[in-house]
């Protein structure tokens, strides 16, 4: 069988934790930031894991990893 390829698109947004679960940054962080609150922007900047009903998903693209 062929090596598979690893999806480089999502491999740099993405990385994993000892655990084995996936690692993701939040979204809404990038622009039109002086309508957010400084809560809510705080709160944007923790890292999070990926859904349960994604990581499936994100297996497939990430074979290697």
Not at 13 to 19: H, N, P
């Amino acid at each position: 069988m062929p090596k598979l390829k690893t999806r480089r698109a999502v491999a740099k947004r993405v990385s994993v934790t000892g655990t084995g679960k996936i690692k993701r940054t939040k979204a809404n962080k990038q622009h039109i930031l002086t309508k957010k609150s400084t809560k809510r922007k705080r709160g944007l900047r923790k890292p999070t894991t990926v859904d349960a009903t994604n990581v499936k998903v994100m297996k497939k693209e990430l074979p290697y990893i």
